[in-house]
């Protein structure tokens, strides 16, 4: 039994154990992609060509699927031609693990396909600015609106009926109308954010005060406290952690939201250069475009949690006994 108290209910895991587990849940993923990259009889449904030979219209690295493939060598072989040679092979867009490594460097040292092309780095920078801003304005009209809505019922029943109702609208049907007010640089996709993120934030924060332990109320109301202080000494210290945990995942919403953003007249951003890299075919690139972006928000996150460790030390859940 002492072996598998992991797989009790509600147990907390010993720190050796959380990070092994932490680890696996990468390392899992990776192997299950390097079996598939790596093993031929597992899925390889095409073959890159190796060797032409005597076939005029085959390059070397082409794909071809395997029967079009063996169609051609017995042909070649049936008129005494050299036979092009070939290896087994995924899809072109499923590059190895060891493709995309490479990316990962050769994306930032890779001139742009076009001359009005951005680097990596560029796009990266240029994406981290556009949810710097959406997310900043979000979270400037939501937390406060958030707040009120949560500690007061009439600002409640205002404003949560409207924004029940908006948040079921889908961000990018305002893209065309953020174009048309904002025109085609970056205030669309700020814009995009922005509604993508702000209804959302209000309901969540709303929810958030509305835990807060009544129990801190009256107690601050026996001691003197009075209602137009209550708001600022209470309720929003009290939330605080609670906050601050919302807003770490919100903002992993306004990354997915980025991607729909910057589809509007993009010619900059991370968005356009996997869009450029997909149409050159270029995929390991691609695939290292994305993969940046998941440890950019994962680092961020992870940076984030450990501030709010020693923002709130109190904050943490009580250890089981043994």
Same mark, same amino acid.
């Given at each position: 039994?002492?072996?598998?108290?992991?797989?009790?209910?509600?147990?907390?895991?010993?720190?050796?154990?959380?990070?092994?587990?932490?680890?696996?849940?990468?390392?899992?993923?990776?192997?299950?992609?390097?079996?598939?990259?790596?093993?031929?009889?597992?899925?390889?449904?095409?073959?890159?060509?190796? $060797?032409?030979?005597?076939?005029?219209?085959?390059?070397?690295?082409?794909?071809?699927?395997?029967?079009?493939?063996?169609?051609?060598?017995? $042909?070649?072989?049936?008129?005494? !031609?050299?036979?092009?040679?070939?290896?087994?092979?995924?899809?072109?867009?499923?590059?190895?693990?060891?493709?995309?490594?490479?990316?990962?460097?050769?994306?930032?040292?890779?001139? %742009?396909?076009?001359?009005?092309?951005?680097?990596?780095?560029?796009?990266?920078?240029?994406?981290?600015?556009?949810?710097?801003?959406?997310?900043?304005?979000?979270?400037?009209?939501?937390?406060?609106?958030?707040?009120?809505?949560?500690?007061?019922?009439?600002?409640? !029943?205002?404003?949560?009926?409207?924004?029940?109702?908006?948040?079921?609208?889908?961000?990018?049907?305002?893209?065309?109308?953020?174009?048309?007010?904002?025109?085609?640089?970056?205030?669309?996709?700020?814009?995009?954010?922005?509604?993508?993120?702000?209804?959302?934030?209000?309901?969540?924060?709303?929810?958030?005060? !509305?835990?807060? $332990? %009544?129990?801190?109320?009256?107690?601050?109301?026996?001691?003197?406290? !009075?209602?137009?202080?209550?708001?600022?000494?209470?309720?929003?210290?009290?939330?605080?952690?609670?906050?601050?945990?919302?807003?770490?995942?919100?903002?992993?919403?306004?990354?997915?939201?980025?991607?729909?953003?910057?589809?509007?007249?993009?010619?900059?951003?991370?968005?356009?250069?996997?869009?450029?890299?997909?149409?050159?075919?270029?995929?390991?690139?691609?695939?290292?475009?994305?993969?940046?972006?998941?440890?950019?928000?994962?680092?961020?996150?992870?940076?984030?949690?450990?501030?709010?460790?020693?923002?709130?030390?109190?904050?943490?859940?009580?250890?089981?006994?043994?």
């Amino acid at each position: 039994m002492g072996r598998h108290k992991w797989l009790q209910i509600h147990r907390p895991l010993p720190p050796r154990s959380k990070l092994a587990f932490g680890i696996l849940s990468f390392v899992l993923p990776v192997l299950l992609w390097c079996i598939i990259s790596y093993v031929p009889v597992i899925w390889h449904p095409q073959i890159m060509v190796t $060797d032409p030979g005597s076939v005029t219209y085959l390059d070397a690295g082409a794909h071809m699927p395997r029967d079009a493939f063996a169609s051609v060598v017995a $042909d070649a072989t049936r008129e005494a !031609r050299a036979a092009p040679r070939g290896v087994p092979a995924n899809p072109i867009y499923l590059p190895s693990p060891g493709a995309v490594l490479e990316a990962f460097y050769t994306a930032f040292t890779t001139p %742009p396909e076009t001359k009005d092309g951005q680097w990596l780095a560029q796009s990266l920078w240029h994406s981290i600015q556009i949810i710097f801003w959406g997310y900043l304005i979000s979270s400037l009209i939501g937390v406060p609106l958030g707040i009120l809505c949560g500690a007061y019922a009439a600002m409640a !029943r205002l404003n949560e009926p409207f924004i029940e109702y908006f948040r079921y609208l889908p961000a990018p049907a305002f893209g065309a109308l953020a174009v048309a007010i904002l025109g085609i640089y970056d205030g669309p996709k700020i814009a995009i954010i922005v509604i993508g993120t702000l209804f959302q934030q209000v309901l969540i924060i709303a929810n958030t005060t !509305r835990k807060l $332990d %009544p129990a801190l109320l009256e107690a601050a109301v026996t001691l003197g406290t !009075r209602s137009h202080q209550l708001l600022t000494r209470v309720v929003l210290p009290g939330i605080l952690p609670e906050l601050y945990r919302d807003q770490r995942i919100l903002l992993g919403w306004a990354w997915t939201y980025l991607i729909v953003a910057e589809l509007i007249g993009a010619t900059s951003g991370i968005t356009w250069f996997i869009t450029q890299q997909a149409r050159y075919q270029h995929f390991a690139n691609m695939y290292a475009a994305i993969a940046m972006i998941g440890i950019i928000g994962l680092g961020t996150d992870l940076v984030l949690a450990a501030i709010g460790r020693r923002l709130f030390p109190w904050d943490r859940p009580l250890a089981k006994p043994a």
